[in-house]
């Protein structure tokens, strides 16, 4: 081994020090994965475990020792890879073709957990003729709706699917978008998972939680130029979301309706036209308040 050259080293101990720093931030920043307001992200991005890059560190420390010319040499190879290999995970990172397949294979293999038949046989002990593959079916329908009014900025057609105090809700929040001028914009949706998740009976009304797993476009445009102003319209999301709905407690599914919805005025038997406030646009009976049936009472994302 060399004799150790305490000046020569001291020499470059300021290179050492300023390409270490460099070396651990472009390591910090490499391991941010991506947050926004659509997902949580997937931490994708370069990144090594913190043994292994204690483990360089420690081997351009030795080399400094050994011969601060190679060990400098080394360090700045090493750094320059580094910031090519970054750049190469930020392309990746902005590429929707990437991103696509990535949340694709994400959803793909995704462990859901189905609750249904268990939930199922708990609501059927109370209520014999309810099904979960009508209600599964049922709280798609709901979701897919929702999204297209969403878009449409158009609230009627969900109205008769959602509370009244969901419904203001939804209502004040697209109102917000029409009185900026802009749309928020959900299409290509594929619902990858819909399976039942709980149900509990609180007081007078009935509780039951569909867990709903999609992929989906969601940007936002401005209505005047078409110009997108949030998110990009060529990349996947996947969203997980929690459904609930809420029914009044001892209410029976009726065995010859062929879904939850409902279709005609439980109290004058008019087909449904629901006003903004939740009655029959006929007789005024408030039909989405759940006592008659299931009714959504709140829709939320979910880890």
Known sequence: MKKLDFNKLRRYLPFLFIV???LCCTMAIADVGNQNRYSGGDGG???GGDGDWG???AYLIGLFINDPAVGLIVLVILVVIVLIMR????????????????VNQQASND???DNSAAVAAQIQAIDPAFSSDKFIGFAREVFMTIQAAWTAKDWKPIRPFESETLFNTHKQQLDEYIRLGKTNVVEKIAIKHCALQSFTQDGDKEV??????AVMRDYVIDDATKKVLESDPNRDWYMKYEMVFNRKAGLKTDPGK???AITNCPNCGAPTEVTSSGQCAYCG?????GEHDWVLTDIHSRN
């Open 258 to 260: 062929k879904g939850n």
């Open 20 to 22: 270490l720093a460099l």
């Open 285 to 289: 009976s408030v039909i989405t308040n």
């Open 87 to 102: 750049k190469k995970a930020k392309k990746q990172a902005s590429d929707p073709n990437i991103i696509n397949q990535r």
């Open 55 to 57: 483990a360089i560190i």
């Open 111 to 113: 462990f859901n957990f």
């Open 208 to 213: 039951l939680t569909v867990a709903l797993n």
């Open 45 to 47: 991005g370069f990144g």
